[in-house]
Structures are given as structure tokens and as C-alpha cells.
């Protein structure tokens, strides 16, 4: 789920350079990235390891993570996805918080099992007792059972690391500004 199509319901890029100044700029936008003379700020995290979820003969880096939404919370294990540009989540977690999925950004977003449709929503969550907003894209159309916390805005605030051996994954806080 690491693709994505910015320029819904604009021109492709290569149509002209003022679709590709749009599609530019779709992109930072959806990405959250910031003006050049502005800076993100660090979380305020302390070392938390998580085991990783053994399911059949596989081992997935997973994270228990809390989200909050307009009706209440909810705590979900979510996959770690390095290649995923994106986070995403099935639509029963967005109706079960009270998030109106379809009020969102909506965009495409491509993986191995092809296009699927989904809607961005920044989302404040809370992990070992940090919270942040996350930028999570809802889909109706997402078929695995697992949630995905993409590399946008999730990775940054952490400096994460994949312990293939000891099967775990270790959040720290980034201290880079």
C-alpha cells in the first residue's frame, strides 16, 4: 500500500506543467511537509519495545496503538510497514470512533493487490502514553486484516528499529529536529 495517486479528479502528470505544479503540490500537502524554514518538532518518548506477533510460520513487527476519535477509543495492534508511504486502516475502526471516513482527503493508493480507495484523516493516537496526530487514510476497500502504519508522519517522530533476530521493534524518541 505504498503507492498513491494525488491528482484525483486533476490532470495526470506530464499533462502540462501546471498539472505537474499541482500534483507537487498535492503531494506535500498530503504529506504533511513542512515549508523549508519550518521545523518538526520530537516527541518526548521514551524506549518502548514491541514483540512481534507470530502468526502461523510469519512474524510481523507490530505496535499497540490507541486511537481517538469524536466517539471514544479504541486500542488496535498495527503492522510497522517501512514500505508503505501511507498509514491505513480498515472502515470499521473510522465508524467505530465516530470518524466520517468519506469527509477526508480522498485518494488512491496502490499495492500488490492493486487500487484501492481511501480517505486521509489526521487522527490523534497515543502510544506508551505519547500522544500526536497521525495522518491515517481510512479505505472501505482494504481486504487484509491488518492495519498499516506508514512511513508519513508516523516515522518521524521516532527512530525505529527492525530486530529481525531478537523479533522485535524498538521505538525511541528522535532526538533530530
Partial sequence: MGGFCPWEGRSPPGDSQEADEENKKAWKEALGVPDSQEKRRPLCLMEKEFPYLKKGDQSYPMVDIELIGPKGSLKVKALVDSGATFSIFRK????????????????YFQGIKGKITGYL??????????????IIAFSPDLEISLNILGR??????????????????????????
Fill in 121 to 134: 484523516h489526521q487522527v490523534p493516537v497515543n502510544i506508551n502514553r505519547e500522544k500526536f496526530d497521525c
Fill in 92 to 107: 470499521e475502526i473510522a465508524d467505530y470512533l465516530g470518524i466520517p471516513i468519506k469527509e477526508g482527503q480522498g485518494l
Fill in 152 to 177: 508519513n508522519n508516523f516515522f518521524f517522530p521516532f527512530l525505529i528499529t527492525f530486530n529481525e533476530k531478537a523479533q522485535k521493534i524498538i521505538l525511541e524518541k528522535n532526538q533530530e529536529n
